[in-house]
């Protein structure tokens, strides 16, 4: 019996590994291939040169199954859906280098705090063979009350083997995004009432242009947001960007 438990866990823990990696798309580099992995809501994973970069982990342990270990967690503002802080206590953390904006890192603590280090919007840092740019992500119109308010957050772009990757964060569709170019790979954020709807998304796609855009953090407190018709939009405007529809959420 003890043995037909742990043949079970194994094909479990098999199972989730191959549809995890099913779910992955690969990113051909100057140097070795780029692998993204859909993960929740959010949260995703980036593994490059032997290297496992973890973007806003959420969701738990148990999401991450079949990832490897993160060598670099990118986390983008303070609210639990990004900032998460028991996702972050049960993960291996001990190779691991945190790059937040200040609001994040002051509120970690031992040594999560210890193995971080600041990047504001417009610094950049090169980590390992990848730069990483801090840009703006906030709501419109700007105020003191807004739930995302400018200089607070962090939406990143990380250029790695000479592709250049946008990582939204939770913004509306706000000038610093609308002026980005040579985006190859876009992550755009569409849930209201936080951060913008498909429509707004789908304008400021259409004028950055990245070649590949993958909806990503898409629940809202109505529900999922409607990416196909998202994907409608950005293809009926220009058949060039790639649209790319994956399951942020498969609890659902």
């Not at 290297?51 to 806003?56: F, G």
């Not at 904006?101 to 600041?118: E, F, I, R, T, Y």
Request: aromatic share 8%; glycine share 8%.
């Amino acid at each position: 019996m003890k043995i037909n438990i742990l043949l079970f866990t194994a094909l479990l823990l098999f199972s989730a590994a191959s549809a995890r990696q099913s779910d992955s798309n690969i990113i051909k580099t100057e140097s070795t291939d780029l692998i993204i992995h859909p993960i929740l809501h959010g949260t995703l994973v980036l593994d490059w040169n032997g290297m496992s970069i973890y973007v806003d982990p959420y969701g738990g342990k148990k999401v991450f199954q079949g990832m490897k270990r993160p060598d670099l967690i990118l986390i983008t503002d303070i609210h639990g859906d990004h900032l998460n802080k028991e996702t972050l206590g049960e993960l291996d953390l001990s190779k691991a280098t945190i790059l937040a904006p200040s609001a994040v890192v002051d509120q970690l603590g031992g040594d999560m705090k210890k193995n971080a280090k600041v990047i504001s919007n417009g610094e950049d840092i090169e980590w390992e063979g990848m730069n990483i740019s801090a840009i703006p992500m906030y709501n419109l119109p700007e105020s003191e009350d807004s739930r995302h308010t400018k200089g607070r957050g962090n939406g990143y772009i990380l250029t790695i083997g000479g592709k250049r990757i946008y990582i939204s964060g939770d913004t509306e569709d706000i000038p610093e995004m609308r002026q980005l170019d040579n985006i190859d790979v876009a992550f755009v954020c569409m849930n209201q009432p936080y951060t913008m709807d498909v429509t707004q998304a789908a304008d400021a796609v259409l004028e950055f242009k990245p070649k590949i855009v993958y909806p990503y953090h898409y629940r809202g407190s109505a529900g999922l947001s409607d990416v196909e018709e998202f994907k409608r939009l950005v293809i009926s405007g220009d058949k060039d960007i790639e649209v790319r529809l994956r399951n942020w959420y498969p609890e659902k």
